[in-house]
């Protein structure tokens, strides 16, 4: 065998894997949006490949009928709470963690990926009972609250990443202009850091989002969505929803999540830029 053989099988198996991997994650997004809105006669039918008769009875009636909207506006609400709680706690230690030495910095970056090891189900009566003492329970800012102690970790690492990409020459020359240091991280570091605040902010929505488990065991009547789906999807008579409300379910969960990606997917391209620096 050649190296130009060897090189076309190399290309080959390359392209092979790129197109699995979007296989992968395209095909489950088009049959959601394809189901979601046709008839249930359509992918019944066996000698249907693709639907051809379409309507929006069943996304409306999860939307309005059933209480799903109400389940969007909440995980908006606790998304945009996360985000805000995760990046006033994670900026400063982002930040500290890049541009400071301090002894035992190692281990508290250990120490800070090692949170993530402990399961919630683990931890679910007593992050109940606790929530139970403190009237927190079925309250968007409780929510709000377990998914910034799940997000956190991730939003300190990134922006750690982001942070040590930001020359520490540019900030000691703002110094020198007379910038103090807090008015040098704000006028010179923070604004070349966006993008990739920006990406990190878009992992923190995403992770809220899809986030169902805390939801359900916090919340009973202010759930977020996955919860609700989940909620209505299990009162389905006979404990098992109709498929035609779980493809119209799975298309209104991934369609806001896609949206907010499309329009902040250039922001986490540039911060792949700034941590490859």
């Known amino acids: 065998m050649n190296d130009e053989t060897k090189f076309m099988l190399k290309r080959l198996a390359f392209y092979t894997f790129i197109f699995t991997v979007v296989a992968w994650i395209i095909i489950p997004i088009i049959i959601s949006t394809l189901y979601g809105f046709a008839l249930p006669r ?14 929006i009875k069943y996304v409306k009636t999860l939307l309005f009928t059933l209480g799903a909207l109400d389940g969007i506006k909440n995980s908006v609400i606790v998304a945009l709470i ?26 508290i970056k250990l120490s800070i990926v090692a949170l993530r090891m402990f399961p919630i189900p ?20 409780g929510v709000a609250l377990a998914h910034t102690a799940m997000a956190l970790p991730f939003v300190v690492l990134i922006t750690s990443s ?42 923190t929505f995403v992770m809220s989002w899809n986030e169902v488990f805390v939801a359900s065991i916090l919340t ?14 299990a009162g389905a008579s006979g404990g098992a929803a109709p498929d ?6 799975a298309f209104i969960m991934i369609i806001p999540a896609i949206t907010f990606i499309f329009f902040a997917r250039k922001y986490l391209v540039t911060m792949w830029g700034i941590t490859l620096k």
């Open 82 to 107: 996360t985000i805000a709680i995760s990046f006033a706690l994670g900026i400063p230690a982002g930040y500290a963690v890049a541009k400071f030495i301090f002894p035992g910095k190692d281990t």
């Open 42 to 55: 359509d992918y019944y039918d066996p000698k249907k490949i693709f639907p051809t008769s379409f309507t």
């Open 244 to 249: 035609y409300y779980k493809f119209a379910a």
């Open 220 to 233: 009973l009547s202010h759930r977020t969505l996955p919860a609700q789906i989940l909620s209505i999807m």
């Open 122 to 141: 683990v931890m679910a009566i007593p992050l109940v009972i606790l929530y139970i003492k403190l009237n927190l329970i079925d309250t968007l800012l």
């Open 162 to 203: 982001i942070f040590a990409g930001v020359s520490t020459e540019l900030e000691e020359a703002g110094m020198v202009f007379g910038l103090t240091r807090l008015g040098s991280f704000f006028r010179i570091t923070l604004p070349l850091a966006l993008p990739g605040l920006a990406a990190a902010a878009m992992f």
